[in-house]
Every structure is written in C-alpha cells, then in structure tokens.
C-alpha cells in the first residue's frame, strides 16, 4: 500500500515514515525543505533498510502534486506540511494561511481530482484554545485559537467538515498532538530546529550540550503544581505509532465515510520545572535557568483525554517520561549541530 507523507522529512514526519516502513506500508515523501534536511530520509532508509521515494516540491504547487498521484497509486494520504513556528505566525500571518491553509486546500483539490479519499491530517492541541475545561474531549467544541498558527489548524479542520460534508467519498483523520518531544532510540534521528529553538525540550538540550547559557522559564506563578506551565509530554515514536494506527483504523473501516477527530497524548500534565529535573536525572547535567516572565498566548495547563484513541485507535503513549528525556539527549549528543553533524 503507498502512502503519500507530505512534509516527511521533518521532526514527526520523519519519525513516522520510520514507523510506516517498519509496518510495510511504501512510502513516498512529498516535502519542499523549507525546515528539514534530505538528511533525516537517509538515516530513516538506513534504519529500515528500504528506501523511500522523495519528491521535492511544495504542497501549493498542485502541477507537480498532480504528477506524483499519477505516477504513484496512492491509497492514503499523511499530510504534516506545515509552517509551525507560533511567535513567527504572529509576525507573518499570511504566509501561514497561504502555505498552512491554501496549500491543504491545493492538497484536498488534487486528491479529489485523482480519487484518493483517505486523509490524515496533523492537527494540534491548540484548537481547544483557552475556553475548555482540561483535559481536553475530542466532543468540545473549537476554542478561541491564540495565533494565525492554531487558526490555520482550526481551518482546515474545517475544511475537512465541510469537504466531507459535500463528498461522501472522503474519509478523514484529524489528529489532535499534544506536546511531541524525544528522538528515535538510536540517537540517529530527532528534531533538528533552525536558530533559537522555540520549544521548551530542544532549549534544554542545548543547554545541557553548552550550546545555550541557560533555560528561560516563561513563569512561575500560574495556578499548576508548581507555579510553571503544564503540558501532555508524548514520545515522537508513540506518536509516529499512532499514524500506523490512524491508517490501520481507515483499513478496517471501509464503510467509513466523514472526519474523525482523535487526541494524542499521554493523558498527564508535566510542569516545566518537573521537565528540567528529569532531564538533568537523564543527562546527569545540571541546567542553569532562570524564571522570566510569561510567555504571551501560552495557557497554563492542558492535557488530553485519551480514551478515543486508546478504545478506537487502539493505541496508547506507551514510553515514559524518563525515556523521552534519555532519548532526546542520546540525540543531541550524537548530533549536536542536527543534520550538520
Ligand atoms: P517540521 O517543520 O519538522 O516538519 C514540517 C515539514 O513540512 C518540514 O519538512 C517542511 O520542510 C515541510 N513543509 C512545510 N511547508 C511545506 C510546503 N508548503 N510544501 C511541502 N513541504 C512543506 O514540523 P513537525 O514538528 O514535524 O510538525 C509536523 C506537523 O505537525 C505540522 O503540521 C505541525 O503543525 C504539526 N504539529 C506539530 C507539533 C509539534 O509540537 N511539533 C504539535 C502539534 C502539531
Ligand atoms: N517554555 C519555557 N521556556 C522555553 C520554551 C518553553 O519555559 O524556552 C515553556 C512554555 O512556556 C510552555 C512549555 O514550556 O509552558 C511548553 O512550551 P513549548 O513551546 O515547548 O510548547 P507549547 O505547549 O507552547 O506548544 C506546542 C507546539 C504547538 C502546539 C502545542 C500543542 O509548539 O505547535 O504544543 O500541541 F500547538
């Protein structure tokens, strides 16, 4: 069975073609580069053992789109092309419409002309937005997005519903991750920003390397645990298992037709400082930081409700929070300039 991945040369994208081959789907990697290495498919070809076809090109660009769904018989599409970058989203918000929202429309558009009806779109956690109680129900309706990135989620979603609403062909998968962090057990792939990294896990790593002089702590004064954040920590290889799980559930269920909405997550909420401490028991390195103030948009707490993606999806966040600490240090030390190294 070939599955289109767009964007598959990035963090999860590359984590889950590993997974993909490893379950014997094909692959075929439809990615422009724009935050991602043809690096990170060559180490994935090397731990599988296969290869994968890849195709550079942008989701925009429905010409070449067009020409890879006739070259290749597609059954399922995994689509994580995305600009992701939450602060950057509010200085050009545009550009996030135009490649996040107009490029799945393009994707959507090319699909329905060759007749792949099966879809898996990677959604976020921040399309609950700061109205809903945690943790967060796959029922509640759309939050109040707190950046054109979150609302560029939100829209799509949307136009899911209403592409499905008009086309009863089409089965669609909307996965809602929680917070991705760690690296494949071999330390040969994770995730490799560009510049500062915006993301907690990635700081801490390179502060653990020396890369950085220390942690920020966008507060210490909310109403959690222990006065900082808390977000749903989950490894990237039990998320890149939940995609096979997605796909394997659209196998089974041939009469399907819609959008189905899961989140992914572990269920638990882990404070910022409860982060540091266990990545410093992981790399035995202390972390320097310091508390600045919050970080605007960022909620205090959410974490999801698994319990759809645990019965339906069968599939759980298996690895621990110890492991997704080992694992993105094994990463970072093997690799301390990514993809360059
Ligand atoms: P990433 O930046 O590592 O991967 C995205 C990939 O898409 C990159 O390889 C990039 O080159 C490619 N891309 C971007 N725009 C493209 C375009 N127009 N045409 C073709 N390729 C394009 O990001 P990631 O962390 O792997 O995220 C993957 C998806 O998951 C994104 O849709 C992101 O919004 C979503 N997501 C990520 C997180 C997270 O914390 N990492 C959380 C929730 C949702
Ligand atoms: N944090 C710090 N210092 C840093 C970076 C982050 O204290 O240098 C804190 C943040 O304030 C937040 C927590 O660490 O409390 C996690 O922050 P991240 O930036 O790692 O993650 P977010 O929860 O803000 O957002 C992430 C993705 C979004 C996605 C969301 C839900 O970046 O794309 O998870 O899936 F929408």
Known sequence: ???????????????????????????IVYDNLVNSSIESLVRVEKLAGKSIEFIEGDICDKGKLSGVFKQFKINAVIHFAALKAVGESVKIPLSYYQNNVHGSVCLLEVMQEHKVHNFIFSSSATVYGEENDVPYVETMKFGTPSSPYGASKVMV?????????????????????????????????????????????????QVAVGKR??????????????????????????????????????????????????????????????????????????????????????????WANTSKANDELNWQANRSLDQMMVDTWRWQLNNPNGYQS
């Open 1 to 27: 069975m070939q599955i289109l991945v767009t964007g598959g040369a990035g963090y999860i994208g590359s984590h889950t073609v590993l997974s993909l081959l490893e379950n014997n789907y094909d692959v």
């Open 157 to 205: 979603e949307r136009v899911m519903s209403d592409f499905a609403f008009s086309n009863e062909d089409f089965r669609g998968v909307t996965l809602r991750y929680f917070n991705p962090i760690g690296a494949h057990e071999s330390g040969t792939i994770g995730e490799d920003p560009k510049g500062i990294p915006n993301n907690l896990l990635p700081y801490v790593a």
């Open 213 to 302: 002089h220390e942690l920020s702590i966008f507060g210490d004064d909310y109403p959690t645990v222990d006065g900082s954040c808390e977000r749903d920590y989950l490894h990237v290889m039990d998320l890149a298992q939940g995609h096979v799980a997605a796909l394997n559930w659209l196998n089974c269920h041939s009469k399907f037709s819609g959008v189905e909405a899961f989140n992914l997550g572990t269920g638990n909420g882990i404070s910022v400082f409860a982060i540091v401490k266990a990545f410093e028991q992981a790399s035995n390195k202390i972390i320097p930081f310091e508390v600045s103030p919050r970080r605007v948009g960022d909620l205090p707490a959410f």
